[in-house]
């Protein structure tokens, strides 16, 4: 059913970024009060949103879902400005600007599972970086990152799969690219 109410594009942009957004949130908390078997090793279900909001209305919306997922997020866990608030912060900044590049430049070589895998790759390191270099102060923080890295990359396909489906079946008859299919 098509709805009465006329809105204008900026509108339209605006509501379904706020959706992403609240989407992307409660994929946040979600995956908050999920039990891990390693501390690092999230899902990563919050990224679906950012991919929706980045193949279906641009690289904008992308960084504004991705930011007010991590800081409604923090303020609702509880954990604003502490560790993990600047680690999700980095690694979510990280993974936008890494998915929009590749995007932008290569997305006749690269699917929604390759951006998203890049993007999950790219999260990892900003938070080893932020890591090693401003909350323990210790180099060798990076012997972690192979055991960081095998987490991130199957997290980084499924979240792709996930965004991939999702995004052939909200933009039936309006495909935006989606690139490659498989990477």
């Known amino acids: ?15 379904r970024t706020a959706l992403l957004a609240g989407f992307g949130l409660v994929m946040f908390l979600f995956e908050a009060i999920v039990p891990r ?14 991919l929706l909001a980045l193949y279906t209305l641009g690289a904008a919306s992308a960084w504004a879902v991705t930011l007010l997922r991590v800081l409604l997020g923090s303020f609702f866990i509880g954990s604003f400005m502490n560790p993990g608030f600047w680690l999700s912060l980095a690694g979510g900044v990280a993974a ?9 430049c290569g997305s006749k070589h690269f699917s929604v599972i390759g951006v998203s895998l890049a993007g999950a790759l790219a999260h990892v390191l900003a938070q080893i970086i932020v890591a090693g270099f401003f909350i323990v102060r210790r180099v060798e923080i990076v012997y972690l990152l192979p055991a960081m890295l095998w987490p991130a990359l199957f997290a980084g ?5 996930a965004a991939l489906l999702l995004l052939e079946r909200l933009c039936d008859g309006t495909k935006p690219d989606l690139g490659n299919r498989f990477w």
């Open 37 to 50: 078997p390693l501390p690092w090793a999230k899902p990563g279900l919050a990224n679906i949103a950012t």
């Open 1 to 15: 059913m098509r709805s009465l109410i006329k809105t204008s594009p900026p509108a339209q942009w605006l509501t």
């Open 157 to 161: 396909v499924v979240v792709g799969i």
């Open 96 to 104: 936008v600007v890494v998915m929009t590049a590749i995007k932008t």
